[in-house]
């Protein structure tokens, strides 16, 4: 049992970013180090010159920098052997050797039978931790119980003044914690044990930091559990359970590269360590690639048949292959050594939890919960995987029971507090779709709701041939506390919505303190984002891979791709730095680089679009029908489309160079290349023109990366564009160089379609007046033409038209208008002046399309709620008006004209009602 690290692969991602971001700003080295340097005080405790020769190698054996040459008695050896998990060392058949260093081995192995003979009659506080240890892993928990009792009147009995005593003492109460239950004062009491061992007794004592790492990160308690394995690593660096458990933490954070720098630590320590195998086939199977696990685990179980830890990976393997009956008869492998232990079940539950097969995840995370019903693990898993699948009661059942076996469990706590406030909000039924919220102001939004999202459905299900079987419930959060313990059973996700499949919850979009309120944005953009995902994952049982769920949720958004997007993925482009199918998914779960999730969003999105134009609009279905069927992605790709995942790859990259062109972001020639030209007229700056174009491409890209990774704040302001143009030079490894106008000029007639000279002969000529003269609105226009993403030119004439003095021309801003608002989703801004613009024509319907909007941005705006119900009766909906108006009496309550608003609203109902 000790071998498996708890862990919660729902929602793991988020979590994982947290955590990883609190370590890396407590610490000044990574999760996973390369290596540990042994600890100086435990370097001078081996160098003392008063030790004997044997005490001397003892010591090195102890803190794992041992060599050959002191290895000189069976004993010795042996030690050595345990140490490395070299089971066939012939030390440990050594009679010679001590009975509970071999037992250990033979644990260690498996060996459950041979261990336990060797511990017969032994009464030392390791045999008895060794024997409980023994009869767990063979599911004889009641006879473990027993066996615990011995070490516990041990430790109550006597005050130990050995360290090793008291870790083994702690070791068979951790037995207890499992089969009996983990009552608060016994975790309390191992820690203090723990404390006395390496901070009283022997300060150098790894095995207790060792153990305290254990039970810390049992709790959630990442940073403190991280610092101890460090610590225990520190005083050994061959400490194997110490870098199985490292790398282990480091998979929870699909931290890829950090769990295989922990199993390449243990190859170093035995070239066939079992645990590097196991932590390698995991690291496989998280990755969704269950063939490289098994081609890890099925030599490992040739050599080592009885190593729990690899046949309950089996199971899990099989699992993940979606092979039912295979992993059943795993399963049964599993139980023929350890009948009724709930060891396989759980490990292959919780990696079908991370698949999202919720059905048959919960049948084993329930059977594991009832082989051992104290156990908090399985049933901490069950309880956040029954809220995601939004059986709710269910959920609370299994949080009830954990929180009463594991009051130190945050993420349960948290969770369990959450249903129980859920239970209190009221709800609205559509035709397809369960809205809840809490009583009270947030009504507002919720009410807004139902028909705006039938519409959606019906919108989607066309586009995906697939309904989703159920009721999809909506979940408004009131602030971001609440959305991030729905989403983690943490208070920190930093997000607005999430999608589990049938539940998807979001934080109320509005203003307020930062720790509560993430601001406002557009909810049926972000659900609309979120309900395709719910679409798939029904659509294919939840098998469809990370890169095209979320790919198909941003290509249907209404947004068009932003400018800053567009740039991006043309620097990728340029750069050759795009994702093949097999980086793409990880990317949004474990970046490389800063800029890589989105990238992955963006470029994930763009390559359904080019799916969609060569292969047909129906391409997409077929491809996600294959993933329904159970086939993995390196045939599902060409099966539904006739090509290999490479050459579709190939013919995306050739179609997103033409897109790149199209978009004006692969002039020719470019900005640089003409800047070159003045270089090369001038020998000083020839000379100091040292680095290659590629590299000068990649200054270019730092720069413009720089600039998008900005994050926004609020609107944007007129005149703003994330394009880099002759300002931003400088910043480059490159000799500046002055375009003069005559040079600017020359260019221009030259290339008067190369949009970077368009741009710089516009804000070269912009000293901030609002209106322009007939030249610059033709330059605005050209600009428009030839990079039609960019919005720079669209802002300036939204401006220039609005500060005109005739209604007639400030009309004109209503087309340039409408193209920022496609991309506005966290402020109402162009949609309200829209409405304005609009109302003043005449066309109320027009305008309570936009102000409507406007509503979903910020429906706690009361000024955007009276334009919306004004504009509602103009356009005779009067049900909007009553909703609105009803809306601000629950907004401002003490202000009595909405109320009168609401009446006479009621008698113009009953006048236009009346025969």
């Known amino acids: 049992m000790r071998l498996i690290l708890i862990w919660s692969p729902v929602w793991a991602v988020v979590l994982g970013a947290v955590v990883g971001s609190g370590f890396a700003q407590n610490s000044s080295r990574p999760l996973v180090p390369a290596g540990f340097q042994l600890q100086e005080a435990a370097a001078t405790a081996i160098a003392e010159p008063f030790l004997k020769e044997g005490e001397r190698r003892d010591l090195r054996i102890r803190h794992g920098v041992w060599d050959e040459r002191d290895l000189d008695t069976p004993a010795r050896q042996a030690l050595a052997a345990v140490a490395t998990w070299n089971f066939d060392h012939p030390a440990l058949v050594d009679e010679s050797v001590p009975p509970e260093l071999r037992a250990e081995a033979k644990l260690l192995r498996g060996d459950v039978d041979g261990a336990l003979q060797l511990l017969e009659g032994l009464d030392s506080i390791r045999a008895m931790r060794l024997r409980a240890e023994a009869l767990e892993l063979a599911g004889r928990f009641a006879d473990a119980d027993l066996a615990v009792e011995p070490a516990s009147k041990f430790l109550t009995a006597r005050k130990l003044d050995d360290a090793d005593e008291l870790v083994d003492g702690v070791l068979a109460l951790m037995v207890r914690s499992r089969v009996r239950g983990q ?50 690593l520190d005083l050994n660096p061959r400490a194997s359970l110490a870098w199985s458990l490292l790398g282990r933490t480091a998979l929870e954070r699909f931290d890829f590269a950090g769990a295989s720098t922990a199993a390449a630590a243990l190859r170093r320590i035995n070239p066939a360590h079992p645990l590097a195998d196991v932590l390698a086939a995991e690291s496989s199977l998280v990755q969704d690639d269950p063939e490289a696990a098994a081609a890890l685990i099925v030599p490992l179980l040739a050599r080592e048949p009885r190593l729990r830890d690899a046949l309950a990976t089996a199971a899990s393997i099989e699992g993940v292959r979606y092979d039912n009956e295979a992993m059943q008869r795993a399963l049964a492998a599993f139980d023929l050594l350890s009948p009724g232990h709930p060891m396989a079940h759980f490990a292959a539950g919780r990696h079908l939890s991370l698949q999202r097969q919720y059905g048959i995840a919960a049948e084993l995370l329930d059977e594991a919960a009832r082989r051992l019903p104290n156990w908090p693990p399985p049933l901490i898993e069950l309880g956040l995987l029954e809220m995601q699948a939004g059986r709710d009661d269910r959920a609370r059942q299994a949080l009830e029971r954990v929180v009463s076996l594991d009051p130190y469990n945050k993420r349960a706590a948290n969770s369990l507090q959450l249903l129980r406030e859920l239970v209190t909000f009221t709800e609205i039924e559509s035709k397809h779709f369960l809205i809840r919220y809490r009583p009270g102001v947030d009504e507002v939004v919720a009410r807004l709701m139902p028909d705006a999202l039938d519409a959606m459905h019906a919108d989607l299900v066309a586009r995906f041939d697939h309904a989703p079987s159920q009721k999809t419930v909506i979940e408004l959060m009131p602030d971001h506390q609440f959305f991030s313990v729905r989403i983690s059973g943490m208070p920190w996700v930093h997000t607005i919505a999430a999608c589990t499949g049938p539940v998807i919850a979001l934080e109320a979009p509005r203003d307020g303190p930062r720790h509560l309120h993430l601001g406002p944005f557009d909810w049926l953009q972000v659900l609309r984002h979120e309900y395709v995902h719910t679409i798939t994952l029904s659509q294919t049982q939840n098998r469809i891979p990370h890169w095209l769920t979320e790919a198909a949720a941003v290509s249907m958004e209404t947004s068009p791709r932003r400018y800053d997007t567009c740039a991006m993925l043309a620097h990728e482009w340029r750069s050759g730095t795009l994702f093949d199918l097999d980086e793409i998914n990880w990317a949004f779960v474990r970046p490389k680089r800063p800029q890589d999730r989105s990238l992955a969003y963006a470029q ?74 003045l270089r090369s007229q001038d020998p000083t700056l020839l000379s100091a023109m040292t680095s290659s174009r590629t590299a000068r491409l990649e ?10 990774g900005e994050p926004r704040t609020g609107p944007p302001t007129p005149g703003e564009s994330t394009v880099p143009t002759a300002d931003v030079w400088p910043e480059l490894d490159r000799p500046q160089v002055e375009i003069d106008d005559e040079t600017l000029l020359a260019w221009r007639n030259e290339f008067p379609n190369q949009p970077d000279l368009i741009e710089l002969a516009l804000r070269r000529g912009d000293f901030g007046a609002e209106r322009v003269d007939r030249e610059t609105l033709a330059l605005l226009r050209r600009l428009i033409a030839v990079r039609p993403v960019d919005p720079y030119p669209h802002r300036r004439l939204v401006r220039h038209f609005l500060a005109a003095e005739l209604p007639t021309e400030q009309a004109l801003a209503a087309p340039h208008l409408a193209f920022l608002d496609q991309f506005e989703d966290k402020s109402g801004v162009y949609a309200l002046e829209l409405a304005r613009l609009e109302r003043d024509a005449g066309r ?35 049900d909007l008006a009553r909703m609105h108006l009803e809306a601000l009496i629950l907004l401002e309550p003490d202000r009595p004209i909405h109320r009168q608003r609401l009446e006479a609203l009621a008698r113009l109902e009953a006048a236009r009602s009346a025969p």
């Open 183 to 232: 009552p608060a004062r016994d975790f309390q009491t191992m820690l203090t044990l723990l404390g006395s061992a390496h901070q009283d007794l022997d300060r150098l004592n790894w095995r207790a930091r060792l153990v305290e790492a254990e039970l810390l990160l049992e709790k959630d308690n990442f940073l403190e559990g991280i610092t101890a394995l460090h610590e225990a």
């Open 604 to 677: 994930g999105a763009w390559m359904v679009e080019f799916m969609n134009l060569r292969y047909g609009t129906d391409a997409v279905v077929r491809l996600i029908n294959r993933y329904f069927e159970g086939v993995r992605e390196e045939r599902a790709i060409p099966e539904s489309l006739g090509l290999s995942r490479e050459q579709f790859l190939k013919e995306f990259l050739v179609w997103a160079g033409e897109q790149v062109k199209a978009w004006g972001m692969d002039p020719q020639p470019s900005l640089l290349e003409l800047t070159d030209r």
């Open 699 to 708: 200054a270019v890209a730092s720069v413009l990366a720089e600039r998008i």
């Open 844 to 878: 109320p319907e027009s305008a309570l399309t936009h102000v409507t909007k406007g509503v979903r941005v910020n429906g706690y705006d009361a000024p955007t709620r009276e334009l919306a119900a004004a504009i509602a009766i103009e356009a005779e909906r009067l």
